[in-house]
């Protein structure tokens, strides 16, 4: 069974704090992401990855770096976490290619910053 | 970036009726998905159904079905014979065919009366 597995299901951290969300994937897929969800707005990009050290902005990236230093894992990190990033953040994946690239989505890190 | 609009933050439908949620989206790309996805109160993101921009039949899963009017920028889905497990949130998505990054509307939240 497929699967993508966040580190984290829940997570209460001070501001300030640098704070790692953690994804892995087991599927061999080529592209991960990091999406933040809000009441409202939907799913929002932070960031995404085609390829291992690999690395392209979403829609929202400020705030936020990642890291991929092997192709199953793919890192978020809030260097100075700040109340306006408590959010669920979502992690997923998908195979490279045309057609459908489904996603593939971990179960999610609910994040609140104090 | 491409742009998804869902402009029903929330719809009822009775049990056993048709519901259609609207997805408009913005491009000028000729080459792009289009996906609908279903998170229910559980969390999860759940694939539902796609739709190549080349594709000439709608898409049809079961009892779901994607009304796609290209020259209109539409992606309606559309769930038959509803039932209470229905109720969920559902969000229309769009992705490039050589950019696999995924973009999401704002959801819709569709709740299935008894």
């Known amino acids: 069974d497929v699967k993508v597995t966040q580190s984290s299901r829940y997570l209460v951290k001070r501001t300030g704090e640098k704070v790692f969300l953690e994804c892995v994937q087991d599927?061999?897929?080529?592209?991960m992401f990091w999406y933040r969800q809000d009441p409202g707005l939907g799913l929002r990009l932070i960031y995404f990855?085609?390829?291992?050290?690999?690395?392209e902005k979403g829609d929202i990236p400020e705030g936020y770096s990642v890291s991929r230093e092997k192709k199953e894992r793919f890192s978020l990190i809030l260097e100075s976490a700040s109340t306006n990033q408590t959010s669920m953040y979502l992690c997923?994946?998908?195979?490279?290619?045309?057609?459908?690239?489904?996603?593939?989505f971990g179960e999610g890190s609910r994040l609140t910053v104090l | 970036a491409q742009k998804i609009t869902q402009t029903q933050p929330g719809m009822f439908v009775q049990e056993k009726e048709a519901v259609t949620l609207d997805c408009t989206y913005d491009?000028?790309?000729?080459?792009?998905?289009l996906f609908w996805y279903k998170q229910p109160s559980s969390g999860e993101m759940i694939f539902l159904i796609y739709q190549g921009s080349y594709d000439e039949q709608n898409a049809t899963e079961g009892r779901y079905s994607l009304n796609f009017q290209k020259a209109r920028k539409s992606a309606n889905l559309v769930i038959s014979a509803s039932q209470l497990g229905d109720s969920a949130m559902y969000f229309c998505a769009m992705s490039y065919y050589n950019n696999n990054d995924m973009r999401f509307g704002a959801g819709t939240r569709l709740t299935v009366k008894p």
């Open positions: 599927m061999d897929h080529e592209n």
């Open positions: 491009t000028s790309d000729q080459s792009y998905g």
């Open positions: 990855s085609y390829d291992v050290k690999m690395k």
């Open positions: 997923a994946s998908s195979l490279s290619g045309q057609g459908s690239g489904e996603l593939f």
